[in-house]
């Protein structure tokens, strides 16, 4: 999915992020929960960051956020939206199969997928589940969104269920799944059923 994104970017092609602007107050409840649980912000690590919407909202109430994405464009999209509104995050270009840990840092109490994992082969989310793991906190939790999987045709992304993300995040559980507010996506997308999942790493 790397290759579509970058040509995407470059053509400046991404519906997604209009979609993600109608999501963000379902979204935010769930990154509420997320502060009720882990007892306040703390560190936050979204993955596949895109131009930085969700990473500045997360900076903005609180959270030690740092981004970590693949495309080049991208990554200086979210960093010039980090600086215009004043946040305190870090942008990292990086492939979330694969983190320098030593970069990235951690312990992440947050991680934050929206539309990054449901497009990646079962190698790639194998080793996204190593990866994201190995910068978790021991009592991590996880919001990630995906389409329903088999949706939408390709070169769309493929999809994932709980049992994808269970498969992929071994000693992680999914506690809650909700369906996300569609209005602003093209009208392929709308029958992609998105949805949140909230997962609870116990292992």
């Given at each position: 999915m790397s290759r579509g994104y970058a040509v995407a970017y470059?053509?400046?092609l991404t519906p997604w992020e209009r979609a993600g602007t109608s999501g963000a107050a379902a979204l935010d409840k769930l990154i509420v929960r997320a502060e009720t649980e882990l007892g306040g912000p703390g560190r936050a690590l979204d993955l596949g960051c895109g131009s930085g919407l969700h990473l500045v909202a997360l900076a903005q109430r609180?959270?030690?956020a740092t981004g970590v994405e693949l495309i080049g464009k991208a990554v200086r999209r979210a960093r010039a939206?980090?600086?215009d509104a004043g946040a305190e995050a870090r942008v990292l270009q990086g492939d979330v199969t694969a983190l320098d840990r030593t970069e990235v840092g951690g312990p992440y109490h947050l991680l934050l997928d929206i539309g990054c994992f449901h497009g990646l082969d079962d190698e790639q989310r194998a080793a996204m589940g190593r990866s994201a793991t190995a910068v978790a906190a021991p009592d991590a939790?996880?919001?990630l969104l995906s389409f329903r999987p088999g949706a939408v045709p390709k070169p769309l992304p493929r999809g994932a269920d709980s049992t994808d993300i269970g498969t992929a995040f071994p000693g992680w559980h999914v506690i809650d799944s909700e369906r996300a507010p569609?209005?602003?996506?093209?009208?392929?997308?709308?029958k992609a059923a998105p949805t949140f999942h909230l997962?609870?790493?116990t292992a």
């Open positions: 470059a053509l400046n609180g959270w030690q939206r980090v600086a939790l996880m919001i569609t209005e602003g996506m093209p009208a392929p997308l709308r997962v609870r790493r």
